[in-house]
């Protein structure tokens, strides 16, 4: 399992690494190697599976979007514009898959926002999916490109401090557990021996 540093420096150098064209692909895959080192250490999949689901559900989209444009434009010269239906079809095809895929990054870093205490992540997941739901009209260009810097922002701010699954909690100031009170086992925070839930990450607490 990775560690959180490992994920800060890895999703912000591919979430730059995703603005260069020719070297993009690389990027997409730092950046999902960081999803998935955080997934670990949060002890939540649904991080890296939203993630991954957003790539696939944009590369599919992109590939069938333009096999049916260009299957318009190919009919369109025997038929005199015939084939103008499929293109419209074409370019529809990438915008929904488009949506789609940013809905999870949206989840995505929508958890992330929660469970490292960074705002950053939640608000490019939100300017990604009203980015996608504008790019029908080309403002959603320049809302992307708000996003992908607030997703460079918030991965080069990941706080390094958050504990793995199964790390001893903090120990009390006194030096001694104090009799009535739990610690979370993700964060370390400390709260009463009744609570469920921890009050700063949300992770659940042993019984």
Known sequence: MGTLGEAKILGGVGSILMLIPAINIVGFILVLVATNNISDIIGDRSVFDNMLYAVITGIVGTIAGIAVFLSGLFIGIFTFGGGALLGFAGLAIVWI??????L???????????????GSFGTAGTLYFVGALLTIVLVGLIVLAIAFIFQIVAFFSIKESIQPIGAQPPAASSGAPT??????????????SSAAFCPKCGAKLPA
């Open 97 to 102: 898959c488009f949506v789609i895929s940013s």
């Open 104 to 118: 999870f990054i949206r989840r995505a870093y929508g958890t992330m926002a929660t469970r490292l205490d960074s």
């Open 179 to 192: 009799a009535g009170v739990k610690f979370c086992s993700y964060c370390g925070t400390q709260t009463t």
